[in-house]
């Protein structure tokens, strides 16, 4: 097996929108002596991504319907706040004492629908997910592909919280170019044993990965390069085959 290296992208500027975010990508692991190459994961903060698309919201420009106030009283936050994540929001799965989680308009559940105010700059900004994560992953993918003419795979990512355990993980919102589950079905265990279940989140594995090295509290490495690993390549993948379906989701 081919060992695994992951590779802070370092030197990024701060992310504005309308920025290339292939290009600048493309540029900082060239000057960092790491170019990037045929079969390359990139992994990319949802923050820089959707910074990039200019998805960033004032909180003193939106104004908290009725709704949005009593959450906001229910769960301690910020009635604006509550309004933005609410926007953002197909169902709310659970509400309790500064948590409100929900299923977001893209189909994923997590924490305030993704909307995030680490490194945002400006105290009452907000950033959430990309409208269309999948989308995001395959425009960062293209644009590499067009200055390069290099292959690679992209996943965009974000931190989560998980039922039963503490402490919060990297998990893949958005993929293009990378199969996101390895199926093993049907494959033959050390034993022999016929595996029957067994099906492996490869876009989170390495979105948890990256996170190594890029980090929580420093958004100047908000991308990260994961070279040797073999991969599936399939075009038109997105993260919902991530997502249980909601008759089987025994948290919810």
Request: hydrophobic share 40%; proline share 5%.
């Amino acid at each position: 097996m081919n060992p695994i290296q992951i590779i802070a992208v370092e030197g990024l500027p701060l992310i504005k929108p309308g920025d290339n975010l292939g290009e600048l990508i493309v540029n900082a692991a060239k000057k960092q002596k790491t170019p990037l190459q045929n079969k390359d994961i990139i992994v990319v903060t949802h923050v820089v991504a959707s910074k990039a698309e200019g998805n960033i919201i004032n909180l003193d420009e939106v104004t908290p319907s009725k709704k949005a106030k009593e959450i906001a009283q229910q769960t301690n936050k910020d009635p604006a706040l509550v309004e933005v994540i609410l926007r953002e929001t197909k169902e709310i799965v659970r509400l309790g004492q500064n948590s409100i989680i929900t299923e977001t308009n893209s189909g994923i559940i997590c924490a305030n629908a993704g909307v995030d105010r680490s490194n945002v700059s400006g105290d009452r900004n907000v950033v959430p997910l990309p409208k269309n994560p999948n989308a995001s992953a395959q425009n960062i993918r293209q644009e590499i592909k067009e200055l390069t003419s290099v292959n690679v795979a992209v996943i965009v990512s974000d931190t989560h919280g998980r039922p039963l355990r503490l402490g919060e993980i990297n998990v893949a919102v958005g993929v293009a170019g990378i199969k996101p589950i390895r199926d093993r079905r049907g494959e033959k265990d050390l034993f022999g044993y016929t595996l029957r279940i067994k099906q492996t989140a490869i876009a989170d594995e390495l979105s948890s990965a990256a996170e190594l090295v890029i980090g929580q509290a420093n958004e100047g490495i908000p991308v990260a390069i994961i070279r040797g690993y073999t991969y599936q390549t399939i075009e038109g993948e997105s993260t919902t085959e991530l997502i249980r379906a909601k008759e089987k989701d025994l948290f919810r």
